[in-house]
């Protein structure tokens, strides 16, 4: 329990910070959604049971409204991938899962994505692995994992680009057995462009594993988190339709407001007048 309080952060690694253990239990029920009682009850320790995501969890703020948490950012919108494929399911599956797991990012942000020919000249890189683990261009990765169950997958936030999948866990596509790869990489993909782990329940940036879903799509915190860090599709539509019918209003008024006898919108007022 102090491990699993000292490994997602509920209980300070470094001399500031939070060192009482009521309070990081109070701190870790609140942000997982459980009943807020500073006790190691059933339901905390099952809680602490489950499959997750093996980031920490940001909870030194702890506003009262229930949100996303950013970090670092990527200076760029058109970034790159690359693969290193697991051995669950076949490279065609896996290819089609990641690309619709960046897509669900992308289609609502001014983000693109496009493959890699390299690990070492990709953004966001992609591995699995084992216990002591990291991608082929990469050194052992510094949190190795812990087979079955637990941490599922990492990923490291901008510019590092590393995003990690335990080779230990079944991923599996479009069944309710093992783990949704896509559920996995989606989450971990948000990571990747700079989003924390979010308390709210249903939101894919929620540290905890929720299982297969069928027709899976990103929540609206999911989706304030992306575009406060990127913006939004819609602004870019926005800003092309605004900039188009101000130069189609200012041809209107340029030809029409010309000085001339026969324009009939002017007439009215230049009679008005004398
Ligand atoms: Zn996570
Ligand atoms: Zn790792």
Redesign the pocket.
Known sequence: MQKFLNQYHYISTSRSGNHNVDLAIRRFQRFAGLKVTGKLDLATIDQMKKPR?G?PDDVAGGGRVRRYKTGPKWSKKSLTYFVEYGEDLSQYQQDIIFQKALQFWSDVSGLSFSRASSSSAADIKISFGAATHGGSSERTCAYPFDGQGGVLA?AFFPSDGRAHFDEDEEFTDNTPKGTNLLWVAT??FG?SLGID?SDVQGAI?Y?YYTGYVEGMKLHSDDIAAIQSLYGNVLEFVGLFVFVFFSLLLFLFFTTTFMPCDSCSIIRPYMLSTG
């Open positions: 995501c980031l990492h989450h971990e990571h782990h940036m540290p």
